[in-house]
């Protein structure tokens, strides 16, 4: 197993890496709508945060040489069901047809106060 790290996102809040690579498999931690400088959270708007969780997501894949082109699975973790419609429109306009496979929960907390928390599990196959 090896660790993927960039300063490019957030930094991990716990005892976590913000990904490994395991094989051919890249897991990408939940990562949230955070300003990877300043440790802000961004956004007003779902869809702001979702944006911002997304582009952490690509940042953390560049570091490995991947792209969100390379994400089989996603999991979405939402606090509020009613946001799931504008998280989807985000989302479409981040991954295109095949699009990875994906779960949606609607969670009670996230670790910080955050709407949207994305991780991804990508392909690391083709790598040189």
């Not at 907390?109 to 991780?119: K, Q, T």
Request: charged fraction near 25%; avoid cysteine.
């Amino acid at each position: 197993m090896e660790e993927i790290s960039t300063d490019a996102a957030p930094p991990s809040i716990g005892p976590f890496s913000q990904a490994v690579r395991d094989g051919d498999r890249i897991y990408v931690s939940g990562q949230g709508p955070v300003d990877p400088t300043s440790g802000d959270i961004v956004g007003d708007t779902i869809g702001e945060q979702t944006t911002r969780t997304l582009e952490n997501i690509d940042a953390v894949l560049a570091a490995a040489g991947r792209s969100l082109d390379d994400v089989v699975k996603a999991t979405v973790f939402v606090q509020d069901m009613d946001d799931y419609d504008e998280i989807n429109e985000v989302y479409a306009e981040h991954f295109s047809a095949p699009y990875p496979a994906r779960s949606a929960v609607q969670v009670e907390d996230l670790p910080i106060d955050i709407g949207v928390e994305i991780e991804v599990v990508a392909s690391a196959r083709g790598e040189e």
